[in-house]
């Protein structure tokens, strides 16, 4: 049975960092990209980062313009861990963050999601 397991979630104010890992069991990843979304109360999910798998490219990084110079996404192979370092973390990164896994491309699909893991960041 496959699982993502989230942590690091938490409380911070403006300006703070804080960072969340997502491991996953129950299967190969290899050739899954692993990465992160997150829904704020009244919003839809949206994407956030992800670690991607292709033939060409091997393992790439895939960020929206919100994320780029504040979060770093990683990944630990052996032991099917992401993680995702925020800093300058701002009152509108506050949501639930899910960690996802998709064949490849998160954002072409995602077969797996996490339960999530709160965020708040207070001003």
């Known amino acids: 049975q496959v699982h993502l397991e989230e942590s690091g979630g938490g409380s911070v104010q403006a300006g703070g960092s804080l960072r969340l890992s997502c491991a996953a069991s129950?299967?190969?990843?290899?050739?899954?990209?692993m990465g992160w979304f997150r829904q704020a109360p009244g919003k839809e999910r949206e994407f956030v980062a992800a670690?991607?798998?292709?033939?060409?490219?091997?393992?790439?990084?895939d960020y929206t313009d919100t994320a780029k110079g504040r979060f770093t996404i990683s990944r630990d192979y052996g032991k099917n861990t992401v993680y995702l370092q925020m800093n300058s973390l701002k009152p509108e990164d506050t949501a639930v963050y899910y960690c996802?896994?998709?064949?490849?491309?998160?954002?072409?699909?995602?077969?797996?999601w996490g339960q999530g893991t709160q965020v708040t960041v207070s001003s």
């Open positions: 129950g299967r190969t990843f290899s050739s899954y990209g």
């Open positions: 996802a896994a998709g064949f490849r491309t998160v954002r072409a699909g995602v077969d797996y």
């Open positions: 670690i991607n798998w292709s033939a060409y490219r091997s393992y790439y990084t």
